[in-house]
């Protein structure tokens, strides 16, 4: 009995020792573990902040190598794929991620929102909007949106485009005029296929949607005017001058092309007058003074180039001084057609327009810019009036 007790003394002290080595073993291994991740973590972090990302994938290969599990080393490898584009080494990364059974439901949504955008870069729309169908009720699912709705615009789209704006409208910001715009885009498709009546119906759709939009208005006007409906082309624009005032330049020609058809030429100046005094604008001023002589060569009358003289006391504006210089008589009058065209020649880019986004220039207006594919961009003022 007493054999037993020493031997249990004994040990107690043995199982302590080896416990305690065991534990120093332990700690020395994780902290090797720790010392080497972190060391190639940092490295990748370092070239990045470098901008040498081939090194910086390096790094974070080696990182990931070291310890696979590490969620966070994937997200950044994946990207950083991406932004090279190598969108197939990108989509493997986030694959690999998605097929993890331990991974956690917030970083599952963020890997399908990642693997999303790869196939949006990659051009892959049908698999980006698939993978970006998956993230309703997440909380990537504005962002999710929003590249649908890039999606849906680039593949013209409009009917997809308008639901997922009608989604976002309110929750998102206001949406009305990209509906109109939608609306707009499947009318003049409408008008493509001989549907007037189909285009008039959606266009009223845009109205309704948007009252304050001015492209339902100008487009519905220009249609009534195909139609030879001059009177009705003439009452969408009044509309539009007191719903959208700021952009009746983009239909002052318009208005004064169908003041003349239908014989209410003298409304329509008075009214294109008032705006002008309002906010004098050299869209405006052309149709006032096409009205005022009844053709579209009156710039070279006497009237007409007083309402351009008219303008440059109070606007310095080379489009408008080439215009009254058109018709005057010079000293030298021999030089007058070279002089001419020089000043027609310089003020060509004056009459551009300029997405206010990203700066594009056009010679006509776009209500999506070509360039940034931005809606309503454009101001409806050409280059020397902004």
């Not at 649908?148 to 789209?157: H, N, T």
């Not at 008008?191 to 948007?210: E, F, K, M, N, V």
């Not at 001023?285 to 096409?290: E, R």
């Not at 007058?336 to 220039?361: I, M, S, W």
Request: aromatic share 8%; net charge negative; hydrophobic share 40%.
């Amino acid at each position: 009995m007493e054999s037993d007790y020493v031997w249990l003394l004994l040990g107690l002290p043995v199982a302590f020792v080896l416990g305690w080595a065991a534990s120093r073993i332990d700690l020395r291994q994780l902290r090797a573990e720790n010392r080497s991740v972190p060391k190639a973590y940092f490295k990748g972090l370092n070239f990045l902040l470098n901008e040498q990302q081939d090194q910086a994938i390096d790094a974070f290969i080696e990182a990931v190598q070291n310890d696979p599990d590490t969620s966070e080393l994937h997200f950044a490898l994946g990207n950083l794929f991406r932004r090279r584009g190598e969108y197939d080494r990108a989509v493997r990364v986030h694959e690999h991620l998605l097929q993890r059974g331990d991974l956690s439901p917030k970083d599952r949504d963020r890997a399908q929102h990642a693997l999303a955008l790869d196939f949006l870069k990659a051009g892959l729309l049908d698999r980006a909007e698939a993978a970006l169908a998956r993230l309703d009720g997440t909380d990537f699912e504005n962002p999710a949106r929003l590249a649908l709705l890039a999606i849906y615009e680039r593949s013209r789209d409009w009917p997809q485009a308008a639901a997922i704006a009608r989604k976002m409208h309110g929750v998102q910001g206001d949406f009305s005029a990209r509906q109109a715009h939608y609306l707009c885009e499947q009318a003049t498709e409408r008008l493509a296929q001989q549907d007037c009546s189909g285009a008039l119906d959606l266009l009223a759709q845009a109205q309704a949607i948007a009252p304050q939009a001015a492209r339902p208005r100008v487009e519905q006007a220009r249609l009534h005017m195909q139609q030879g409906r001059c009177d009705a082309a003439c009452a969408t624009l009044r509309t539009l001058a007191s719903e959208a005032p700021m952009a009746l330049p983009l239909a002052a020609a318009l208005w004064a092309q169908a003041a003349r058809g239908c014989g209410k030429v003298d409304q329509a100046r008075a009214l294109l007058e008032q705006h002008y005094a309002q906010a004098p604008s050299l869209d405006v001023l052309d149709a006032i003074v096409s009205l005022s002589q009844g053709t579209d060569a009156a710039p070279n009358t006497q009237a007409g180039r007083d309402w351009y003289l008219r303008h440059l006391q109070t606007e310095p504006s080379l489009v408008a001084a080439a215009k009254w210089l058109a018709g005057e008589r010079l000293e030298h009058e021999e030089h007058h057609r070279a002089v001419q065209r020089a000043l027609d020649h310089a003020t060509l880019p004056l009459t551009r327009y300029r997405c206010a986004a990203c700066g594009f220039e056009a010679r006509q207006h776009f209500w999506q810019c070509p360039g940034c594919q931005s809606w309503d961009s454009y101001p409806a003022r050409r280059i020397e009036e902004l």
